[in-house]
């Protein structure tokens, strides 16, 4: 393995931020939370759910701030590394993050959608360290699922041993 990938166990990041994965919930519709296929985990986008609720609804630049659309997408992107972790037998199965899309539902005349998506972003580097860097789309949206500020997708490369 590539030397700059081995670091501190995400599991061991992931304490020191103090978090911990959430629960995956279960679907409500016709589809899987995350599926593996060639050794990649793709997930379905995850929204700012803690316990089991949507935290907060609206569009971005309207009546959600782009600093709190922000934390948001961090909320929504821990949820996706928790299902791309159910499917690889824990954080340790996730050897890289790959691509990010950050979904982020925009009051029309508002353009920072990169900014609301480092939350994710800083994120999964602060959780993966070197393998938490990843290409990234940003993209402003009209509407999400359930009024959500923000919607997250991951892909990610799963450690040979955890597929």
Do not use: C, W
Not at 15 to 42: K, R
Not at 127 to 140: E, K, M, N, Y
């Amino acid at each position: 393995m590539n030397e700059e990938l081995q670091e501190v166990a995400a599991s061991t990041r992931l304490a020191e931020l103090g978090l911990e994965l959430p629960v995956v919930p279960t679907p409500v519709a016709a589809y899987l939370p995350a599926l593996v296929s060639a050794g990649q985990v793709f997930t379905a986008g995850q929204l700012p759910f803690v316990g089991g609720r949507l935290v907060e609804t609206g569009k971005v630049g309207a009546t959600v701030t782009p600093e709190r659309a922000a934390e948001l997408a961090r909320i929504a992107a821990l949820n996706a590394v928790a299902a791309a972790a159910s499917v690889v037998g824990g954080i340790e199965g996730i050897r890289r993050v790959v691509k990010l899309v950050v979904y982020v539902a925009s009051d029309p005349g508002f353009t920072g959608q990169p900014q609301v998506a480092n939350g994710a972003s800083e994120l999964l580097q602060q959780i993966f360290g070197l393998r938490g860097q990843h290409v990234r789309s940003a993209v402003g949206v009209a509407v999400l699922p359930l009024d959500s500020p923000v919607e997250v997708e991951l892909v990610v490369e799963a450690s040979a041993a955890s597929f």
